[in-house]
């Protein structure tokens, strides 16, 4: 069974930063991608960043500019750096990893709120 930990997340002003980090309990190196996905109170799950295998990364057009996600192979984690953050980022974050397999794993979340 696959863990994956996420930390970071928090109360923010808006025009804030925050950077979350998901630990991932085995080896990432292999995984077909990995990303962070949100939950705002009464929507739908949606997709935020992800990493493709080889390196492709994608974004959520409402976070294009503002977060950056990126990974460490040696420490086993994806990281998500957000940026210039707006009331309408607030949700509870999560990460997801998808093995070459096609089996995916989610973490428990962490939440997120940006609020003056």
């Known amino acids: 069974q696959v863990q994956l930990v996420e930390s970071g997340g928090g109360l923010v002003q808006p025009g804030g930063s925050l950077r979350l980090s998901c630990t991932v309990s085995?080896?990432?190196?292999?995984?077909?991608?990995m990303g962070w996905h949100r939950q705002a109170p009464g929507k739908q799950r949606e997709l935020v960043a992800n990493?493709?295998?080889?390196?492709?990364?994608n974004y959520a057009d409402s976070v294009k500019g503002r977060f950056t996600i990126s990974r460490d192979d040696a420490k086993n984690t994806v990281s998500l750096e957000m940026n210039s953050l707006k009331p309408e980022d607030t949700a509870v974050y999560y990460c997801?990893?998808?093995?070459?397999?096609?089996?995916?794993?989610w973490g428990q979340g962490t939440q997120v709120t940006v609020s003056s």
């Open positions: 990493i493709i295998r080889g390196g492709t990364t």
């Open positions: 085995r080896s990432i190196a292999g995984l077909a991608a």
């Open positions: 997801k990893t998808i093995s070459m397999l096609g089996v995916v794993y």
